[in-house]
T-cell receptor
Framework: DVKVTQSSRYLVKRTGEKVFLECVQD?????MFWYRQDPGLGLRLIYF???????EKGDIPEGYSVSREKKERFSLILESASTNQTSMYLC????????????FGPGTRLTVT | AQRVTQPEKLLSVFKGAPVELKCNYS??????LFWYVQYSRQRLQLLLR??SRESIKGFTADLNKGETSFHLKKPFAQEEDSAMYYC????????????FGKGTKLTVNP
């Protein structure tokens, strides 16, 4: 059973703070993804990674960066949090580039005040 | 550019009634299409993919390349089908990326 875990379910940060969101998967998946989920906007891809130390920008990378030092862990970093980054953040992983199913974590609801 | 359109943000039906969640896509090649579902307080999960041609929880979806559609259907809706549904596309030849629609919230009333 694939398990994708995220470090926090709820997080409250102040404007300008540096924020780290952590994601860990336990199934040796190659690909990992970060999305934000907003009502009426659906899921939007922020960044993804297909290998350790490799990353690709998604559709909305501005204001975010990522880190993948180990295969099982993918971190999303908000260098200077802003109120428009208040959102639900979802992490996902998939086995390989030909395995389309993505497995999602429970999400982190981030509020920036 | 790849795009997935779900024209209905909200859809409400009565238990036992047929339900159809619409999905249209824009892509020049032959994509892979999926439906993902998120039940209340649960994580997003794959419901079905067109390539497998299977029925999951009574739901089916047929890829219509002429109309570029992948509508999700169920003949008799159940209250437990109430959830958020997302249609997603993966470009031809496989890709790490999925392009998601904005989602349709389905409510099945008793």
């Amino acid at each position: 059973d694939v398990k994708v875990t995220q470090s926090s379910r709820y997080l409250v940060k102040r404007t300008g703070e540096k924020v780290f969101l952590e994601c860990v998967q336990d199934m040796d998946h190659e690909n990992m993804f970060w999305y934000r989920q907003d009502p009426g906007l659906g899921l939007r891809l922020i960044y993804f990674s297909y290998d350790v130390k490799m990353k690709e920008k998604g559709d909305i990378p501005e204001g975010y960066s990522v880190s993948r030092e180990k295969k099982e862990r993918f971190s999303l970093i908000l260098e200077s949090a802003s109120t428009n980054q208040t959102s639900m953040y979802l992490c996902a992983s998939s086995l390989s580039w030909t395995a389309y199913e993505q497995y999602f974590g429970p999400g982190t609801r981030l509020t920036v005040t | 550019a790849q795009r997935v359109t779900q024209p209905e943000k909200l859809l409400s039906v009565f238990k036992g009634a047929p339900v159809e969640l619409k999905c249209n896509y824009s892509y020049s090649g032959s994509p892979e299409l999926f439906w993902y579902v998120q039940y209340s307080r649960q994580r997003l999960q794959l419901l079905l993919r067109h390539i497998s041609r299977e029925s999951i929880k009574g739901f089916t979806a047929d890829l219509n390349k002429g109309e570029t559609s992948f509508h999700l259907k169920k003949p008799f809706a159940q209250e437990e089908d109430s959830a958020m549904y997302y249609c997603a596309l993966s470009p031809q030849g496989g890709s790490e990326k999925l392009v998601f629609g904005k989602g349709t919230k389905l409510t099945v009333n008793p």
